[in-house]
């Protein structure tokens, strides 16, 4: 049978948006590596599916995750990243330990200990390195959910992978679905990436498979990585040769190269408006390399090309996002031998959400 691609509605209606964004908060949302919250004290905040949330290792040395919004005014209370063993709400300077528990509240000392407010508190859980947080306490655990993945990423043994870097973007005029899949496959790789990704890898991946929770595609090098004295035993001249690309629905793309890992998570904010956090992680500084390349990379380097990078995506998403709105634009065919990362996409949403819109009926 011939899939189609989504249709136009699923990328542009509010209530459409509003069923996925009830998806989400019920799933694990991939916030970052165990590496970038290094320190204790360590925060970082995250704003998903409208929900504030910050990420806190705590001085004993704990990761948590507490709604960042004030229990006085409802103000949120931390911006970007940190470290910390209290944060303050800049509004009225309520403060806030991390434990989420309330410790001042300037003039209204003699509210704390009888009201007992604290933040509330989320799952958070850690799987090879990477932090995960769920706003549903009826979620399952994410680890068994991905354990064929974890299977698959032994070989490379990812928690050993100790130095990371992470940032963000601001708002994309695109919908967050368009972002997630433009970063699922390589059919693309050629003609908007002819210059930062093409050099290196083929494009050409084989038909990938998953298991409804995430998906997976493969992308042959254009040279095997040299072994270095320091690989895992278990890597093969085959893993040395490959980059994968993971899709841990619903939100976070990683690839893995070897001994280097590139990961963003969408956040979106409406239909037509999304932000992303990213990352990379390494086995150490030394092994940072810019995507299927052989030798390492200078951090200015690195980045440059990832702003490179991120900027083609964008423009692509972009030219998608507008050319929806056109009255004549239908969807067509998902290219299966390349791009069956996005039929697996297709399969976990209407399998996840009631009545979504397809291509077969949104005649």
């Known amino acids: 049978?011939?899939?189609?691609?989504?249709?136009?509605?699923?990328?542009?209606?509010?209530?459409?948006?509003?069923?996925?964004?009830?998806?989400?908060?019920?799933?694990?949302?991939?916030?970052?590596?165990?590496?970038?919250?290094?320190?204790?004290?360590?925060?970082?905040?995250?704003?998903?599916?409208?929900?504030?949330?910050?990420?806190?290792?705590?001085?004993?040395?704990?990761?948590?995750?507490?709604?960042?919004?004030?229990?006085?005014?409802?103000?949120?209370?931390?911006?970007?990243?940190?470290?910390?063993?209290?944060?303050?709400?800049?509004?009225h300077g309520w403060t806030y330990a991390d434990d989420g528990s309330l410790r001042a509240a300037p003039k209204a000392a003699d509210l704390i200990a009888p009201m007992n407010l604290k933040l509330p508190e989320y799952r958070i859980e850690c799987w090879l390195g990477f932090v995960f947080v769920n706003l549903d306490e009826a979620a399952e655990p994410i680890g068994p959910r991905l354990a064929a993945v974890e299977s698959m990423l032994a070989p490379y043994e990812l928690h050993s992978f100790e130095y990371s870097t992470r940032g963000s973007t601001p708002a994309v005029a695109a919908n967050w679905k368009l972002m997630l899949e433009v970063g699922l496959e390589s059919y693309h790789f050629p003609f908007v990436h002819n210059e930062t990704l093409a050099p290196n890898l083929s494009g050409v991946p084989n038909p990938p498979c998953g298991n409804g929770n995430w998906t997976v595609s493969v992308e042959p090098r254009a040279r095997s990585l040299a072994p270095r004295?320091?690989?895992?035993?278990?890597?093969?001249?085959?893993?040395?040769?490959?980059?994968?690309?993971?899709?841990?629905?619903?939100?976070?793309v990683f690839n893995i190269d070897v001994d280097n890992i590139v990961w963003f998570t969408l956040l979106p904010n409406a239909a037509d408006q999304t932000a992303m956090m990213f990352g990379s992680a390494a086995r150490d500084r030394r092994a940072v390399r810019i995507l299927g390349e052989d030798e390492p990379s200078n951090e200015s380097d690195y980045l440059a090309w990832s702003a490179r990078l991120g900027g083609e995506d964008n423009a692509a998403c972009l030219r998608v996002q507008a050319g929806l709105r056109a009255r004549g634009a239908r969807p067509g065919p998902i290219v299966r031998q390349a791009e069956?990362?996005?039929?697996?996409?297709?399969?976990?949403?209407?399998?996840?959400?009631?009545?979504?819109?397809?291509?077969?009926?949104?005649?």
């Open 1 to 91: 049978m011939i899939r189609h691609n989504l249709p136009p509605r699923a990328y542009l209606d509010e209530d459409v948006f509003a069923s996925e964004q009830a998806l989400i908060l019920r799933e694990w949302i991939c916030v970052g590596r165990e590496t970038d919250f290094a320190e204790r004290g360590s925060y970082c905040a995250v704003m998903f599916a409208s929900q504030p949330i910050v990420v806190w290792r705590d001085q004993s040395g704990r990761l948590r995750a507490f709604e960042n919004v004030c229990r006085h005014r409802m103000s949120v209370i931390a911006e970007g990243r940190g470290v910390a063993k209290y944060l303050s709400c800049p509004f």
């Open 229 to 252: 004295a320091d690989d895992p035993a278990a890597l093969t001249d085959a893993h040395r040769s490959t980059t994968y690309t993971f899709g841990i629905f619903p939100c976070t």
């Open 340 to 363: 069956n990362c996005l039929y697996e996409f297709q399969d976990y949403l209407t399998g996840a959400i009631p009545n979504y819109p397809t291509a077969e009926t949104s005649h």
